[in-house]
């Protein structure tokens, strides 16, 4: 699971294309992952691993305008390129508690495609916001990246990320030419 935040431009509107540029930070944490000694009764943990990621892109999309200011159908497929990195923790069972054994780390460059559908328009009839309220499929990739990780004092890996995602996207235009 993650969230994202976006921040961009629509460059100029021309008919039905409204190109737009932006940045987005994305940010997630995985679910955790227990390993259990099936030997014990009842079933005890003997290492837990967790992580998180993080993700910095600028993107570039030619969005699609179907309609008028009141109300339109808009695509918008976004080209996304930037940097995530990744962060695993290792923590091994002592006692009756976990203590950490291991953390790790890694940077690199990515880039995906996010791709929306839905509805844009003035529909509060307030003079310079527009809103939109689309359904977005992105195909960021955390997965991978965590897979790429490997602890140096265990064979285990920890790759509990996803690999794409289906989500609600909103947006608030401000329109600071319009008179």
Known sequence: MYGA????????????????VGVSYFAGRPNEREVLNFDSNPPQGTARYDGRFNSFNLSIAPKL???NAEAAVVIVPEYNFGNMKVY?????????????REN??????HQFWTFSAGVEGDFF?????????LLTYTTLNSEKAFEDLQFSESDDNYS???NSGLGITFRVYFDIFKN
Request: overall charge negative; glycine content about 6%; aromatic content about 16%.
């Open 65 to 67: 305008i179907f309609g």
């Open 88 to 100: 695993e923790r290792s923590f091994q069972r002592a006692g009756d508690r976990y203590e950490l």
């Open 5 to 20: 935040f976006d921040a961009g431009a629509e460059v100029f509107r021309f008919k039905f294309l409204a190109p737009e």
């Open 160 to 162: 509990e990320a996803s």
């Open 125 to 133: 009839s307030l003079e310079h916001i527009n809103f939109s309220l």
């Open 104 to 109: 790790i780390s890694e940077s690199s460059n």
